[in-house]
């Protein structure tokens, strides 16, 4: 990786925590300076594959294959396809998302995931290399729950809060992914927080410190493994060396933030805080806490103005009756509720237009 005095951030956040791509074009992928660990994506990079040029012939010969299957088994295959493009690129796991129209309904969101999981076991990618992201409701848990005790991996996504965090490890989950910045920051600047320290700065740097020590407990109580935790989101590079002085096990991180990254030279001295080398074992192995991430453990800011100073309880079943009281929860946080309902629209925006493209194949033949 070349000597300490040359290093970019990301070579110095690799030693930290495990980088991944939050992107599918497999020629950017290819060219990385790194080889990333997992891929990761949504409805929103696999609609833009989907209309690539480059896939207008496989998506062309997958409708006339699956003509009479509809549309949800095209975009299926299509999706896992276009990891397999990518799987000799990196080390780890290829991730894709459930519908996200269908995040309140627990039947459906178990259905499309058992259906990557046909399509990644017929273009030979087994269930060591891949893992499925399903939204972090209550409804699509408790499938996750039960895709987990079928041995199929998972991720909980569009997470805001612990509530969420709790009710992934209650569901044995493999991952989770908190958002460090809202969705809709990416487009509109004056919703970001473009803080100095991200790490003790940004607002959701608390929630996300609050995970971690929640999981590292659960871990040392239970001694069952709990969800790893893959940060995303980022706007900046620094949020993304952040990561790593949190202690989260991966970050997967856009193609704009990971070039950043890789043309940044690495100097401690200028950093606000370091991180440490990535443990064995997150949760096992996990170092002491920092001095300048302490405050952590007891601030919200962004918790509602009657919030008591109590964080969630893992006490709390989040999953039973339909993920009742994971509702109730996010229902009372304004934060997660406000931005998990528009990531769910934003990520259906895309869903819908893959829609269309594979209709319009259809269309063609």
């Known amino acids: 990786m070349g000597s300490t005095d040359a290093q970019t951030w990301l070579e110095k956040l690799e030693e930290q925590l495990n980088v991944d791509v939050d992107w599918m074009d497999p020629e950017y992928i290819k060219n990385m300076p790194i080889k ?3 891929q990761t994506s949504n ?7 989907l209309g690539s040029p480059s896939n207008a012939d496989l998506l062309a010969q997958t409708a006339r294959e699956l003509k009479d299957k509809g549309w949800l088994a095209i975009y299926t295959r299509m999706a896992v396809l276009m990891c397999k493009k990518n799987i000799d690129l990196i080390q780890g796991r290829v991730l894709l998302q459930t519908l996200p129209s269908k995040a309140y309904d627990t ?5 499309h995931a058992r259906l990557y999981d046909a399509e990644f076991a017929r273009a030979g990618i087994g269930r060591d290399r891949y893992c499925i992201k399903i939204p972090s409701t209550g409804a699509a848990l408790n499938a996750a729950k039960i895709l987990g005790a079928e041995g199929i991996p998972t991720l909980g996504t569009a997470l805001f809060g612990l ?11 493999l991952y989770i992914s908190p958002y460090f910045n809202e969705t809709r920051a990416h487009d509109d600047l004056s919703l970001w927080p473009d803080v100095e320290d991200p790490a003790t700065q940004h607002p959701m740097s608390a929630r996300v410190f609050q995970i971690l020590e929640t999981y590292r407990r659960l871990y040392k109580e239970t001694g069952r493994e709990q969800p790893l935790l893959k ?11 952040a990561a790593g002085e949190l202690g989260c096990h991966s970050a997967t991180i856009s193609h704009t933030v990971l070039n950043e990254l890789a043309k940044l030279q690495y100097d401690g001295k200028k950093q606000p805080g370091e991180g440490v080398p990535k443990p064995v074992h997150v949760y096992r192995d996990a170092g002491p806490t920092p001095e300048r991430l302490r ?20 006490d709390t079943d989040y999953l039973v009756n339909g993920g009742a009281e994971l509702t109730k929860a996010i229902e009372a946080d304004p934060i ?13 925006g895309g869903e819908n237009r893959s829609k269309e493209k594979v209709e319009k194949a259809l269309a063609a033949l």
Do not use: Y
Request: aromatic share 6%; charged share 25%; net charge negative.
């Open 107 to 111: 039947q459906a969101t178990l259905e």
């Open 163 to 173: 509530p969420q965090a709790i009710a992934c490890s209650q569901a044995g989950m």
């Open 231 to 241: 940060n995303a989101s980022f706007i900046s590079a620094k949020e993304a060396m």
């Open 336 to 348: 997660s509720k406000e931005r998990l309902a528009i990531a769910l629209e934003l990520f259906t």
């Open 43 to 49: 409805q929103l990079w696999v609609d833009i594959e």
């Open 36 to 38: 990333p660990h997992d």
């Open 295 to 314: 405050k952590l453990a007891k601030i919200d800011p962004l918790a509602a103005a009657k919030w008591d100073g109590k964080l969630a309880s893992t």
